[in-house]
């Protein structure tokens, strides 16, 4: 396809170029050039002096100082292994650490998503420890929480105190808990109604249950159907059968596309 070509073709120009500017402004960090045509920072000349928008002159500007150090990473730029929005999050992290530990990870991070890199960082949350020790008419649990568990359970009791103390406040958290997924199973299709026939309860063929819509991202692996598609962006449920020709909720007439594909297929 001759404009996919063009495509691909300016978006190897687009890496060099990338590269190029990158190059020259570590030019001008290093001689301060910046500071006789009167921007008080790098960061002011690329907003002011250049037109950037705050977002990409920081990421620029965050390529620029972590390069000093890594300059092999404009090449990875480049060669499309890194991005200037993965750099960016690195630089947010490792600033302070050695230049080692900084390479180290900087070539973990290549050939992965923004997502990919920014659970990189992501910190691990706590999790409840809880210690249980059984007698003959009771059970004992003793809870270890972080400084900021302890301050959400601390908010929401307050907000419960009308109603519950700690004890109780468990313990109703607990049964709706329990009510929820037992009127899920309840809800439920009969043995004798395959998903694909069951009739749809609701006469509006746009109204779609919760319990269906999650059935049908769930089976999408939340990842958009349109061949040749795997997004997980702005995922929409689409009737395959419009409804404007007839169409209506049934199972077997529901599937995931992301906005685009959705607008795409009219």
Do not use: W
């Amino acid at each position: 396809m001759k404009i996919h070509d063009e495509l691909l073709e300016l978006r190897q120009k687009e890496k060099r170029i990338t590269s190029e500017i990158l190059n020259k402004l570590q030019e001008m960090e290093n001689c301060r050039k910046y500071l006789e045509m009167g921007h008080h920072s790098l960061f002011d000349y690329l907003v002011r002096g250049l037109g950037y928008s705050e977002a990409t002159a920081y990421q620029r500007q965050a390529c620029v100082r972590l390069a000093k150090e890594v300059p092999e990473i404009k090449q990875k730029i480049d060669q499309g292994s890194l991005t200037l929005s993965a750099v960016t999050t690195a630089f947010k992290h490792l600033r302070k650490k050695p230049v080692a530990e900084k390479r180290k990870v900087l070539k973990s991070m290549e050939n992965k998503s923004s997502r990919e890199v920014k659970a990189m960082f992501l910190k691990p949350t706590p999790t409840i420890k809880i210690k249980k020790t059984e007698y003959l008419d009771k059970v004992h649990l003793r809870l270890e929480l972080s400084h900021e568990q302890h301050e959400k359970l601390e908010r929401l009791k307050a907000l419960k105190s009308h109603k519950h103390n700690a004890e109780s406040l468990l313990m109703d958290l607990i049964e709706k808990e329990l009510k929820s997924y037992e009127n899920i199973q309840r809800k439920s299709p009969k043995p004798t109604e395959t998903k694909e026939f069951c009739a749809p309860k609701s006469k509006n063929p746009r109204q779609i249950s919760k319990r269906l819509r999650n059935d049908v991202l769930t089976t999408a692996d939340y990842k958009c159907q349109y061949p040749g598609c795997e997004s997980r962006q702005f995922l929409q449920i689409d009737h395959i059968f419009p409804v404007r020709l007839g169409g209506d909720q049934r199972r077997n007439n529901l599937q995931v596309l992301c906005a685009s594909h959705n607008l795409h297929k009219g």
